[in-house]
């Protein structure tokens, strides 16, 4: 049993992660996965990664840029690399990749049966299957480069998969689950993520059985019946595919806007940096010399960990953990992030030793996050030019700054220029994708919800986005004067 859970659409970018931050991302990847299946085990974790606004929410957390069709490439290779030492010991493996890397999807699965007992030809097969039908059984103009299949030692497994479609300069993500799926061409997704380019030919709806039936029989039949039966099909309106399927939309501007973020919850994170969390937080997780700031991009991770499926609707938030490599919403906070790191591997640790003490503390902040977000705060702009501000005291870095401490000689490319079937699917790089419209904001989530309303006004003059029937705040974004410092904004958003 299984189901394709959803899709997501994003600008489609081209480049490389730079090298301080490839491995920074990998052990970020590792520490959250290790911690989620501590805590929750391995089915939950293959639930939240089929989850297109939490796989969104889990790249941007590790400063990858938030809205990019780069964030796939990246967070699969940093998590396909994090696990690499410890698949056996978490029962967790990541198979394929981009390009020629998931040709050998097949091979590695079958690998990975002969250790773990479980079918690896089946696996194999259904990898085959899979890319097949977001490639052939849904025709919407996407060429798939990459393909990665995620599977656990009892055989559960999700798949994730991006095409490109170089002239509209948008990728598509698929995202697939084994659980509760009966069938593979219908309705198989659990969420596609990208935006409609025109007419589709979606062969896996519901609706589309008799088309399926009649495929097989013109398979089998006379020429001249066939281009009649095509003749009849040019006459028709091909079914919407995203009907019935979640769906996340991200937008083409760089910057993030109020509109792509639930202040209301920003704000309740800032507030829980404020309070230091719960009393025993501070006891149990900080060091003398760590401040707000860090507790800050922590209470995001927690979230990241232990958030429901409705809690990821903005995935632009998760961005204010380390920033983002391209400099949006500001520079990557090296300090923050490599403290960040400490803190989490030290309570995974303990945990892995049966002493959950630290990520009780962790699932504690979360909490106290959620109860703090009736806080006032900081307007967006006021949070993104202070974190600014910060950023020389805390080594804030972009694509483009160099580095004497590299972590990793490896570049992780965060697009490809091949397709899984050798093609070329486009070359090129887009510096600026702001020449085109694009959609703002989110599509329905999986809970069924608006997870967010798009603006053509500037910056200054927007309101806060919606979320659900309702304003993610209730307000329209503040506006304030001069940028304070963390602290300061996180102590007047803790005021009630």
Not at 95 to 102: I, K, T, V
Not at 287 to 310: D, K, N, Q, W
Request: charged share 25%; hydrophobic share 40%; proline share 4%.
């Amino acid at each position: 049993m299984a189901r394709r859970t959803g899709t997501a659409d994003l600008p489609l970018h081209y480049g490389q992660v730079p090298k301080w931050l490839s491995q920074r991302m990998e052990r970020l990847a590792g520490v959250v996965v290790e911690a989620i299946v501590l805590h929750y085990g391995r089915a939950e974790l293959l639930r939240r990664l089929a989850h297109p606004f939490w796989f969104q929410a889990f790249g941007a957390l590790m400063g990858q840029d938030w809205h990019s069709s780069g964030i796939t490439t990246s967070t699969v290779w940093a998590l396909k690399r994090a696990l690499a030492d410890r698949q056996w010991e978490l029962g967790v493996h990541v198979c394929g990749g981009r390009g020629s890397h998931s040709r050998n999807t097949p091979q590695e699965l079958r690998g990975i049966g002969e250790r773990t007992g479980v079918d690896g030809e089946r696996l194999g097969e259904i990898s085959r299957l899979v890319a097949k039908v977001d490639s052939a059984a849904v025709q919407d103009g996407f060429a798939i480069y990459l393909h990665t299949f995620v599977v656990s030692d009892d055989g559960a497994w999700t798949v994730i998969q991006q095409g490109m479609n170089a002239a509209t300069r948008l990728a598509r993500r698929y995202h697939w689950l084994s659980e509760g799926l009966s069938s593979f061409v219908e309705a198989p997704h659990s969420a596609i993520d990208g935006q409609p380019v025109g007419n589709i030919v979606n062969l896996t709806d519901r609706r589309a059985a008799r088309a399926r039936e009649i495929d097989a029989e013109l398979a089998r039949g006379d020429p001249d019946r066939v281009l009649l039966e095509l003749r009849k099909l040019l006459q028709t309106r091909q079914a919407n595919l995203f009907a019935n399927e979640a769906h996340l939309r991200m937008p083409a501007h760089h910057d993030v806007w109020p509109t792509d973020v639930s202040l209301k919850r920003l704000r309740g994170n800032l507030a829980a940096a404020a309070n230091r969390g719960p009393r025993d937080f501070t006891e149990l997780l900080l060091t003398p010399g760590v401040g707000a700031r860090t507790v800050f991009a922590l209470s995001l991770a927690a979230e990241l960990i232990h958030g429901a499926p409705s809690r990821f609707a903005d995935p632009a938030r998760f961005s204010f953990a380390q920033g983002g490599k391209d400099g949006h919403p500001f520079p990557v906070p090296i300090k923050v992030y490599d403290e960040t790191l400490r803190v989490l591997r030290s309570a995974v640790a303990r945990a892995r030793l049966g002493n959950d003490d630290k990520l009780a503390a962790l699932r504690a902040l979360d909490r106290e996050s959620r109860r703090l977000e009736g806080a006032q705060g900081p307007s967006l702009k006021e949070l993104v030019a202070n974190e600014r501000l910060m950023s020389p005291a805390l080594d804030g870095r972009t694509a483009g700054t160099s580095s004497s401490t590299s972590l990793d000689d490896r570049p992780a490319a965060t697009d490809a220029s091949t397709s899984l079937d050798g093609r070329t699917a486009g070359t090129g790089s887009f510096n600026s994708l702001d020449d085109r419209t694009a959609a703002r904001g989110a599509s329905t989530s999986l809970d069924g919800r608006t997870a967010g309303t798009g603006s053509s006004t500037s910056l200054d003059d927007r309101t806060a986005a919606t979320d659900a029937s309702t304003s993610l705040d209730g307000r329209t974004a503040a506006t304030g004067s001069s940028p304070h410092s963390l602290p300061q904004l996180a102590t007047a958003a803790a005021t009630r």
